[in-house]
């Protein structure tokens, strides 16, 4: 019979630059407890994403909210024979309603990009969408974990922490980024370089989530990737335009969906192994974009060990070649750049009262 691998298969072996942890508790067996909310579940992402939630053994709730019908949806997927019971809400009047009381919200409500389109093209669309989320979240749910895929990353965050700031509800440790995209396929085109398979590669993609923001650390691949200077070069660039790549096949029928809900969903399925302190010696650990002192900008994707509060602990950039360095320092201004327009954004709406 299919059955989805949650937990350590579907999550990353241990990084090689991660710190044994002694504090660790015990697993607090399965039972389905948690509620989770998918904001934009009748969209591309949105029905698969919910689709492999519904299987997930922790989800007591798996609310959908849409600005658009999602009845038929709830319908559908309420007869998969799991557990987790279905509840679908639509419009902004209902958004507040569906995310109370929510352990986790994911959101990929917004529009996706059409070819000759950048991510930070969709800010003029997306933002409005953070902001109302994140105003319903501050009401509704203020304790949950938050998680983004509305595009751009590197705009949205900050905009939705100066929304949770301005209500008094802020705590950098809930509010993520989903850059898990960028880490599934670094470890699918390095499986097929090094000629093994994709779930035995381990590798951190740090900076952000948009073109030369994406810095995957070849040099701290595990098994590690020999190529010579021209190959590193070319895997790093197709990883960092992986997205365009999709962007152009789809030929302005969205962007990526399946490969992203399936990246959301392992993404959640570690949110909860965190908060159900599943890691083990190792704890939960995943790059994600999120607000730290661990580089010059203010947020920044790179790898973090989870727990029941979200973020635990942020560990540390990891070494870098050469190459790296110089991707890095490249990046920085760059994502300052996005993280400054987010920021002013999220203070003008406060201002303007969104
Ligand atoms: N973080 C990442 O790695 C990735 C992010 N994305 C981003 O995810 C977002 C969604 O992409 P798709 O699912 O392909 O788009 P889509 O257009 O298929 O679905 C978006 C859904 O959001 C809903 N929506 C829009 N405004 C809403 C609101 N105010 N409240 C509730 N629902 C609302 C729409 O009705 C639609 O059902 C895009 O911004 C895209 O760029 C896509 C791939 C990867
Ligand atoms: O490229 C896009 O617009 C969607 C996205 O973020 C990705 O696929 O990485």
């Not at 509704?140 to 008094?168: D, M, Q, R, Y």
């Not at 950039?317 to 360095?325: H, N």
């Amino acid at each position: 019979m299919f059955t989805l691998r949650w937990g350590t298969q579907l999550s990353q072996k241990l990084h090689p630059y991660q710190r044994k942890r002694t504090d660790a508790v015990p697993s607090t067996g399965s039972q389905r407890t948690l509620k989770v909310a998918v904001v934009g579940a009748a969209g591309g992402i949105g029905q698969p994403l919910s689709l492999l939630l519904k299987h997930h053994p922790h989800i007591e709730t798996l609310v959908l909210h849409d600005q658009e019908n999602v009845k038929g949806i709830a319908a559908d997927l309420s007869h998969i024979d799991t557990s987790a019971v279905v509840q679908h809400f639509q419009g902004p009047k209902k958004l507040a309603l569906a995310l109370k009381g929510s352990d986790i919200v994911v959101v990929p409500a917004g529009k996706p990009r059409k070819p000759g389109m950048t991510r930070a093209d969709l800010l003029d669309a997306n933002a409005s969408i953070a902001v109302a989320v994140a105003n319903a979240v501050s009401t509704a749910c203020p304790g949950a974990l938050l998680a983004f895929i509305t595009n751009p990353i590197n705009t949205i965050v900050p905009i939705v922490a100066e929304i949770l700031k301005s209500k008094a509800v802020y705590d950098p440790r809930r509010l993520f980024g989903v850059t898990t995209l960028d880490v599934v396929r670094s470890k699918t085109f390095l499986g097929e370089s090094i000629g093994v398979e994709p779930e035995e590669v381990t590798i951190p993609v740090i900076g952000g989530h948009a073109g030369l923001t994406i810095l995957p650390v070849l040099s701290q691949c595990d098994p590690p990737f020999d190529g010579d200077e021209a190959e590193r070069l070319s895997l790093f660039h197709r990883i960092q335009e992986a997205g365009t790549e999709v962007v152009i096949a789809k030929a302005g029928r969205g962007s990526a969906t399946l490969s992203m809900a399936y990246s959301g969903a392992r993404f959640v399925d570690s949110l909860i192994r965190g908060i159900k302190m599943e890691g083990g010696d190792e704890g939960v650990v995943e790059c994600t974009f999120c607000e730290s002192d661990v580089s010059e900008a203010k947020f920044f994707a790179s790898p973090v060990i989870l727990g029941p509060q979200g973020v635990k602990e942020h560990l540390e950039i990891p070494c870098l070649d050469d190459l790296e360095k110089a991707a890095l320092k490249c990046l920085i201004p760059i994502l300052k750049k996005n993280i400054e327009a987010g920021i002013k954004y999220g203070q003008s709406a406060v201002v303007c009262g969104f």
